[in-house]
């Protein structure tokens, strides 16, 4: 290795020096109305179904991760940005959030609470994967739980209704929900079992016909996590999966019976589901009742969830029954974008406040700041000196006032207000404004 630059480099249009880092971005002013959106509402869904919210740190103990989701997995394997602190703790940027929600109901002992307890959160995760379309480093999400109380299929019901809120109050047109069982462990243990055979007997057959085989990840999962086997995307993998014995065949009937329940409640208000057998999501703590939400242009999720009753006890909690959903904030915003759906700013209007002369502008200065505290709100030019460049961002702005002081109007202690609309103007004692001001929002 060299550290001379290649002749490409040199050539090739320059780059800055620092960039975010790969498959991390930045959110600019332009697109804020999204995301502004996003978070506002939801809020206002957590609010109607009665969530509270939590915000959790994004370090957390590595372990818990590793033991909530699941040592076995591909987040916990090779997704985790992981570091040493000095104090030799071992972290991890929060992969997900559910573990860490589950953490703080259990350290804060919200066990002691009516229960369930309603929790909701919204913030970026982390997870070192391969940037590409919809899929970023550092991404967000938000998403409802709701723990403790009984293992009530209404409660699974509830997060699906508010995330499927969410995603229509996002403008996001008949979102397709699937839907699964993966019953609890004795359930999978005998479908393992099962999928296990009739993985093997494929394989033989395929060797006997030269051909037909399962990918490398495949053959590894068939020793360790036969459910992942579902979730392979290889076209090769995925026309076995097809044929896949339906872990719908292996729930017992409590199972059964539960999942049963959570179908009936979505039926009680006409939301529309369809059945995926070979929907796994491949978190170890999830079971019974497992989702996704798509659309019909999309493959992938806009979001997803189910039920994680092994979770608290997998990080040294009592065993408490909980449900879950989460949406992912840059997919939604994607769709978005490429279908041309605009979110306006909620613009209300505000003052404009015009400066002539440098003792004037020193005099706006202050009074921003007495029209801020009287909770008026203000916009301003102060970078321009000149009478008509200001007047022509009052406009652009859409001001339906504009303040004017000039060197006369320091003079007096005054200010001309001005209607933007009629162009009337009066001038008014500046101790006078606020009121003046209130007065003629009002009307
Ligand atoms: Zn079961
Ligand atoms: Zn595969």
Redesign the pocket.
């Given at each position: 290795m060299t550290n001379a630059p290649k002749e490409k480099e040199i050539t090739a249009k320059k780059q800055p020096a620092f960039q975010a880092p790969k498959g991390m971005r930045d959110i600019l002013p332009s697109e804020a109305a999204y995301w502004e959106r996003a978070r506002e509402t939801a809020s206002d869904i957590a609010e109607a179904y009665g969530f509270g919210y939590v915000e959790t740190p994004v370090l957390e103990n590595t372990d818990l991760f590793s033991r909530g989701v699941g040592g076995g997995t591909d987040i916990v394997e090779k997704e985790m940005f992981s570091l040493k602190t000095k104090g030799g703790d071992s972290l991890s940027l929060r992969p997900e959030m559910t573990a860490p929600v589950m953490r703080s109901f259990i350290e804060n002992g919200m066990s002691r609470l009516p229960q369930p307890v309603k929790l909701w959160y919204y913030g970026p995760q982390f997870r070192h994967e391969n940037p590409q379309s919809g899929r970023f480093r550092q991404f967000y999400q938000t998403g409802f739980e709701i723990i403790g109380g009984e293992q009530d299929p209404v409660y699974d019901a509830q997060v699906i209704v508010a995330a499927v809120r969410f995603l229509e109050s996002m403008k996001i047109k008949n979102p397709i929900i699937q839907i699964n069982s993966i019953?609890?462990?004795?359930?999978?243990t005998i479908y393992r079992k099962k999928l296990l055979d009739f993985y093997r007997k494929e394989l033989a057959a395929g060797s006997k016909k030269k051909g037909k085989a399962i990918c490398k990840d495949c053959e590894r999962r068939m020793d360790t996590n036969v459910l992942r086997l579902l979730d392979c995307k290889e076209e090769g993998c995925e026309e076995i999966k097809n044929r896949a014995p339906s872990i719908l065949d292996s729930?017992?009937?409590?199972?059964?019976a539960h999942f049963k329940g959570v179908l009936e409640f979505l039926d009680e208000i006409g939301l529309p589901y369809s059945l995926n057998p070979y929907l796994v999501r491949g978190l170890d703590y999830y079971?019974?009742t497992v989702f996704e939400f798509f659309t019909e242009e999309e493959n992938i999720a806009l979001g997803g969830g189910g039920r994680y009753d092994y979770l608290a006890d997998l990080i040294g909690g009592r065993p408490t029954p909980a449900v879950g959903v989460a949406m992912g904030i840059d997919r939604i915003i994607g769709i978005l974008k490429s279908a041309d759906i605009v979110f306006e700013p909620r613009r209300k209007e505000k003052i404009f406040v015009v400066h002539v002369g440098e003792v004037a502008k020193k005099k706006v200065f202050a009074l921003i700041e007495e029209l801020h505290k009287a909770n008026i709100r203000v916009t301003e030019a102060l970078g321009k000196d000149s009478l008509q460049s200001q007047m022509k961002a009052a406009d652009k702005e859409g001001s339906p006032i504009a303040l004017i002081l000039g060197q006369k109007e320091v003079y007096e202690d005054a200010a001309i207000v001005r209607d933007m609309k009629t162009g009337a103007q009066e001038t008014v004692p500046l101790n006078k404004i606020v009121e003046e001001i209130k007065k003629r929002l009002k009307s």
């Open positions: 019953g609890c462990r004795s359930c999978r729930l017992d009937s409590p199972c059964r079971n019974r």
